[in-house]
């Protein structure tokens, strides 16, 4: 399937972690800048920027793409997606990151990033936690 636009390429191969192909909607001289919870990083260059992302997400296992959003906002992009996976095979995170994106003739050249962390799964721990009831109510 033919992807309209680099900006919705992106989050199509994001989502289908698919790195090296995320690598190719970015263009060579891309700069992202990620405003994360232990604070802003800068990173530039179409596959050191895949690579963050990789770092993020490659290794990751039970990965389940809960939602994605897409929007034109003028000459931006705006990108949107929700994931549920394990990084130590055991635990269960989420992570929404939000984007906007400027796109040119060499694909995705500008992305400004907001990250969630990754955050206890709340929907894992409630229902490790739901308390026993004593008694017979």
């Known amino acids: 399937m033919k992807t309209a636009t680099s900006s919705q390429a992106f989050v199509d191969q994001l989502t289908a972690r698919n790195f090296e192909q995320l ?5 060579p001289d891309a700069v992202a800048r990620f405003l994360l919870p232990r604070g802003p990083q800068e990173t530039a260059g179409a596959e050191a920027i895949a690579r963050r992302f ?3 997400f490659g290794g990751a296992t ?6 994605t959003g897409y ?16 990084r130590d095979g055991r635990s ?32 894992a721990v409630l ?3 739901v308390p026993k009831r004593a008694g017979g109510l």
Do not use: H, K, M
């Open 92 to 123: 269960s995170e989420v992570i929404e990151q939000v984007a906007f994106v400027d796109s040119g003739p060499e694909g995705v050249y500008r992305l400004d990033l907001v990250c969630s962390g990754f955050l206890p799964d709340a929907d």
């Open 127 to 129: 229902s490790c936690d």
């Open 71 to 86: 929007q034109e906002l003028g000459g931006r992009s705006l990108l949107q997606w929700r994931f549920r996976l394990s």
């Open 23 to 27: 690598a190719s909607v970015l263009a």
């Open 54 to 56: 990789e770092g993020w």
């Open 62 to 67: 039970n990965f389940t793409v809960l939602s």
